[in-house]
Nanobody, 124 residues
Framework: QVQLVESGGGLAHPGDSLRLSCAAS????????IAWFRQAPGKEREFVAG??????IYSDSGKGRFGLSRDVGKNTVYLQMNSLKPDDTANYYC???????????????????WGQGTQVTVSS
């Protein structure tokens, strides 16, 4: 069984940076895909960024501000968030799946494994 645990969220001011961590245990299998989603109160879960193999995609809201990276030795994926805005306020989730196609990376229904979420609040 795959387990994903997020950390690194907290309170930030506009323009600040945060780095979220997703620590993984277990084997996803196949060609693994890892993605970050976020969900604000009263809104649907929204794709932020993700990768499948060597391919990485970003949402329009995160493009140019957010970046994905990985520490293979720690089995951890990171989401670096720069130039934070109040609209970035949400609960951020790490998701994992196996053998997803590129068009499916943005679809939360394609993922089999989810972390518990970490809250990010951006306010002045």
């Amino acid at each position: 069984q795959v387990q994903l645990v997020e950390s690194g969220g907290g309170l930030a001011h506009p323009g600040d940076s945060l780095r979220l961590s997703c620590a993984a245990s277990g084997r996803i299998g196949g060609t693994p895909a890892i993605a970050w989603f976020r969900q604000a109160p009263g809104k649907e879960r929204e794709f932020v960024a993700g990768f499948r193999g060597a391919n990485t995609i970003y949402s329009d809201s995160g493009k140019g501000r957010f970046g994905l990276s990985r520490d293979v030795g720690k089995n951890t994926v990171y989401l670096q968030m720069n130039s934070l805005k109040p609209d970035d306020t949400a609960n951020y989730y790490c998701a994992g799946g196996s053998n997803l196609r590129q068009p499916g990376l943005r679809d939360p229904g394609r993922y089999n494994y989810w972390g518990q979420g970490t809250q990010v609040t951006v306010s002045s």
